[in-house]
């Protein structure tokens, strides 16, 4: 008896790990891929949208320089083609 004590130890194991494995590949795997990924993040989609609210809200003159000065970081530094761009798809419905 006291060895199927100990079968019924090693079955219980056995199905411990069973149903512990694929949870804990899951989440290790996961963590591996996260530690992976590049933190880089580009600013291009800012940029964009901060084009399109520009040449939607304000007016031609203004596209380029908004302040007395012209020194504002917030204007187009693209041409005006690209402007012209941006205020075409800042003005699709």
Request: charge should be negative; proline fraction near 8%.
């Amino acid at each position: 008896n006291g060895q199927g004590v100990d079968n019924n130890g090693d079955e219980r194991q056995r199905r411990l790990w069973r149903t512990m494995i694929p949870p804990l590949f899951i989440i290790v795997t996961c963590a591996k891929i996260l530690l992976i990924l590049p933190t880089y993040r580009s600013t291009d989609f800012d940029v964009h949208r901060n084009w399109l609210a520009l040449t939607r809200q304000l007016p031609l003159k203004d596209w380029y320089f908004d302040d007395v000065n012209g020194t504002t970081v917030h204007t187009l530094d693209y041409p005006p083609n690209f402007a012209y761009f941006e205020w075409m798809l800042s003005h699709n419905p």
